[in-house]
């Protein structure tokens, strides 16, 4: 190509953009910060409910764990309700799909309570009650998790563990686990806008499931490079030198907080022996059955 | 080591594992305290690998000879924005302080004083997640120069850096210069950075073969070097609009009008209007942020799909408005290329991608044999038109980033569009990488076609641009 003068209009247009406000960017408001409980609290929060989830056999513990997390999510200005809801509902339907069939119309036994019969598949009181106490129990742990992870970041993570005295390598792969669902998040959404850019109509669904292989070929590798340049990325930040690192962000603690990241362990595994070791009784799921059916 | 050497390479060299050819051999360098050195030379001649070495990264991929022996602490920024952030924070705030907070301190860094270094405490508080390229590079680099380190590594820094930050940059660089600190840069362009050197070295085929000061540098010196010149005095660029000078609108083929983005309540860039005749090719340039690859973007429709976004404005390609169309109907007129390739690739070898680039038209069974050959014939036109023939048969993945971008070009041509959107296509090209993209322009246009770039040479958009748009 030929040197040449500048030819035509130089300038065509000019302007200038509105400045993005403070934490905001290219018009999308960063996600507030600020949290009332440190990230350590949380995952301490976030075990103990699963060990009281799983370690009370009764589905008025995952109920109540549910009907708390919603109250969370619709409160919390970290998670957006309706992307938790989102998540819930896509993990715990199927699931409750699969219970229902499998203990609740096949659940195995001889002196068996039968609601509803029809050839092989027979609903059943015991089948119901393991049917149920089971989904509640999935629905529960995805629910709290959702919580935790949508309302926290690799930094959050990271400095939880930290707080926590783990090793600085489960930290850190736990950290990369959380980065790792925007990455993917960002790489599908430009993969498939770059097929659109060649003719793909992407906006339907039997295109999207045919491109899917490639798609999801590219990613694996595209991820597996992001992730090696972000750990030699990291190394240069001074990643290993220092045997404890200081927590990423500051987060808000307090002699409270000490007291409930004791106090929740000690209660839970003070609830859960008193439970097993029958001085405690919570409803198990039959006997809700029972109540119900009068 | 004496205390005026920082870093001292003798004989230095290195081999990948597996490879019978040494990617760098007898490598003699030395910088000391206060001291820039720039390293250039074309793709493939081991400028990144050098930086690697520099920068002790290449530990266990191979086999190092010779004496490395670095005096003090070395930091390292690599080429590709996209991998300079750590993914460990969310926040622009965090990731600057991250050296301190991973080395145990908890004292507190002035993170809008680093940021002003560089010019960009606007970013103080914003998301990570929605700065451009250029501002992202900048900020990794911000964040390595916490750490106070004795020696900077910077592969390519300028790359995805609009004029006014190369010369932030530059002044940042002298600063930390002038405090003792030493600088090794290496690319394939010589640009503002690279001028400011106090020495400049070239690199072909792994050796070192010449230095210059970089006064002495012109076009013929470093174009016999394989190095593309970006610098010359591109202030006419920045004059008001000349009047009269405008298109007609019945002239155009590309003509965009009054086309601008929002987000949530935030102006990306104001109504804009870019035109280009059958032939000509337009640039748009303007600084890190801007919304230059947005506008791309929505004039291809990308947008369309992005709840977050909202356009405006009318797009219309020799008659046609295509405001109101999906972006895969779009395709029909415009073949977008994105900055980032990796984006787009995803098969086993170059000429497999290209294969499978494009759907097929609808059709019936009988004729899919047919199309099939029809689209190898195109494959082979445009890998041709590209210079890509030599690398049909090698994973994408393994061409050189230039090269890389040539692919997706390529997948653009078989559109077989009116008008060609490239976003950034002179990222990190030597001189026969800016070659090849020229000729590819220029073949383009020459059958009546429209091109529209967006980039950082301002001499480059002087060069071939009959227009250019500037974003504030």
Known sequence: MEDRPFAGDPVVNTGSAAPAPTGAANGRPAIHRPSILHPATELVLLVCALVLTYGIPSPLVPAAL??????????????????????VAVLAVPMLIM?????????????????????????????????????????????????????????????????????????????????????????????????????????RLATRVRLMPGIIAGLVTASLVQLDQRHDTLEQRGFGRSPRPAELQDHPDGVAQRVLRWGAPVVTVLLVTLTLGGVLHLPTASELLEVLRG | MDDTVVLSLARAGFAFHGSETQTLAEIDLRIGPGEMIAVLGPQGSGTSTLCRLAAGLLGDRGAVSGAITVRGSVAMLGDDPEAQLTGMTSYVDDEVSLPARLAGSTRPVDIGAVLD????????????????????QLVALASLMTGEPALLVLDQPALSLDPDARMLLVRALRSFCDAGGSVLLTGHQHDDLTAAADR???????????????AELTDEALG??????TLSDAAHLLAPPLPGAHVNAS??????????VRRATTEI?????????????????????SGKSTLLRAVAGLLEVDATAGTAGSVRVGGTELVRMPAHQRTRWLGWVGQDPGAQLSAATAQTELERALPLPPHRRRDRARLREERATDVAGVLAQTGLVEQAAEHPYDLAPAQRKDLVIASALLLRPEVVLLDEPTLGRDLAGMRRLERVIRDFTASGGAVVVTTHDLRWAARIAARVVRIR
């Open chain 1, 66 to 87: 549910l009907v708390a997390a919603t109250a969370v999510a619709a409160g919390s200005p970290r998670v957006r309700l309706g992307r938790w809801c989102a998540t």
């Open chain 1, 99 to 203: 219970v229902g069939l499998v203990q609740g119309l096949f659940y195995p036994g001889d002196d068996l309570e039968v609601l509803w019969q029809w050839g092989a598949a027979a609903v059943t009181v015991e089948g119901l009650s393991v049917a149920l106490q089971l989904w509640l129990r999935v629905v529960a742990m995805i629910a709290v998790c959702a919580l935790f992870a949508f309302g926290s970041d690799s930094a959050r993570t990271f400095d939880g563990m930290i707080r926590l005295h783990l090793p600085l390598g489960i930290a850190y792969v736990c950290a990369t686990a959380l980065s790792l669902v925007p990455l993917l998040r960002d790489q599908v959404t430009r993969a498939l806008a770059a097929r659109s850019a060649r003719g793909w109509n992407t906006g």
């Open chain 2, 117 to 136: 270094t560089f010019g960009m405490q606007r970013l103080l508080g914003r998301r990570l997640d929605t700065l451009s390229g250029g501002e992202r």
């Open chain 2, 200 to 214: 400049v070295a070239f690199v072909r085929g792994g050796r070192l073969v010449g230095s210059a000061r970089p």
């Open chain 2, 224 to 229: 016999v070097r394989g190095v593309w010149n």
């Open chain 2, 251 to 260: 002239e155009a083929l590309l003509d965009v009008r009054g086309l601008s």
């Open chain 2, 269 to 289: 860039f104001p109504p804009l209007d870019v035109r280009a005749a059958p032939g000509e090719v337009a640039a748009i340039v303007g600084p890190n942020g």
